[in-house]
């Protein structure tokens, strides 16, 4: 349901550049220049460093070009050019806040791992991991049969909340480069006692239902690709880095259904205890979509289609979810909002041993995420 991957929803270089500039070598003459501030006839703008740089020449926050070498890949301070090689350097319309703007591309870095500074400065080597913890705040509606009996149910969050005994909800990503696989799994339990008395039954029962609801996803993932969205003039000025990746999915979906009756009465007249339980696999496609328009807040769009009709799964199951996340500067945390809903038309068996599961589970999530 969930992913948070720094690598793709903060783009990397490899898959999309905002602006791919050729700065293998912009070369500065030494022609004019004071000797005392002139460390070789010779420099370089580099990727990845520079040479005899010019005390003259002051260029904040370009990779590999101020004193401290800080990451990024835009000219976001002061650019001071010593007046005879200003002309000799093509930088045009610098506005009056400083920032360079026009054909300032020449100094706008690929938008890679180790330039962008909303992404994570890792090899793209390295493995990454990404755990969700969350909480689905879900209701149940649609048909519920068993044998010859159906029930239609409409339980609301709060309603099920008033029985909820355990629940546990996790998402778990693991990333290698353009590569992925994930799990998610929900666990809930709950349990209602009543006392009962039979119309035609001179007598009364106490019955302890317990229902148990375990649903599982494992699958794969692929990177298609990042792409930028908007002006790259604008993501210049703004230091904003707006993309948008596209992921595949594929995997399957297991449900685990399981009632227990405990019935306490007149002995003879009821069992002692009714015991159901139903699974089944849905296998599923799907993709998930990923945007960035302000640095660090992610929008998802994720859904998947699976079931069809195989003699292990539903008819049709359809899962569609949407949330934001944003990355706080604390430790990559990242807390989310959302909301989900899960369709499923799952019917088995005939007679007394059918069931039938034609629901809609929807709700909303909120969650945080933590990025290795």
């Known amino acids: 349901m969930f992913g948070f991957n720094s690598r793709s929803a903060f ?5 999309s550049c905002l602006q791919e500039q050729k700065i293998s070598q912009i070369k500065i003459s030494s022609a004019g220049l004071d000797e005392e501030h002139w460390e070789s006839a010779t ?11 010019n005390r003259n020449l002051l260029v904040s926050g370009v990779y590999g070009v101020s004193n401290e070498h800080k990451p990024g890949v835009f000219a976001n301070d002061r650019l001071s050019i010593s007046p005879d090689v200003s002309d000799l350097v093509a930088l045009n ?4 806040t400083d920032t360079v703007g026009g054909n300032s591309g020449d100094f706008y870095a690929a938008n890679d791992e180790e330039t962008n500074p909303s992404t994570h400065n890792s090899n ?10 969350y909480l689905w705040m879900l209701g149940i509606k649609g048909d519920v049969g068993v044998e010859r009996i159906t029930t239609d149910v409409d339980a609301s969050f709060s309603d099920l909340a008033k029985n909820l005994d355990f ?16 799990i998610d799994f929900t666990y809930s339990k709950l349990s ?17 239902l317990d229902a148990y609801f375990l649903l599982l996803e494992v699958g794969g993932l692929y990177r298609v690709g990042t792409w930028p969205v908007g002006s790259p003039y604008n993501n210049f000025v703004q230091k904003a880095k707006p993309n948008v990746t596209l992921e595949l999915l594929a995997g399957g979906r297991y449900w685990y259904l399981k009632t227990d009756l405990d019935i306490k009465g007149p002995l003879g007249i009821l069992p002692p205890e009714v015991d159901a339980s139903e699974q089944w696999l849905d296998l599923f496609v799907g993709a998930r979509v990923k945007l960035e328009l302000i640095k660090k807040l992610q929008f998802h769009l994720r859904s998947d289609i699976g079931g069809f009709g195989a003699s292990f799964s539903s008819d049709i199951s359809w899962n569609i979810a949407a949330y934001l996340g944003y990355e706080l500067p604390w430790y990559r945390i990242t807390p989310i909002i959302g909301y989900r809903a899960l369709y499923v038309d799952y019917e088995n068996g005939s007679g007394n041993d059918r069931f039938e599961y034609k629901t809609w589970t929807y709700g909303p999530q909120i969650g945080i995420a933590f990025i290795f």
């Open 93 to 96: 319309d610098i506005d009056s």
């Open 192 to 208: 209602n006692s009543e006392g009962v008395t039979l119309q035609r039954i001179p007598a009364s029962f106490n019955i302890n």
């Open 167 to 182: 629940a546990a909800e996790a998402h778990i990503e693991v990333w290698k480069r353009n590569f992925g696989m994930f």
């Open 43 to 53: 420099s370089y703008f580099e990727p990845k460093g520079m040479t005899g740089l």
């Open 124 to 133: 793209p080597k390295d493995w990454e991991f990404i755990i969700i913890s």
């Open 11 to 15: 783009s990397q270089c490899d898959e």
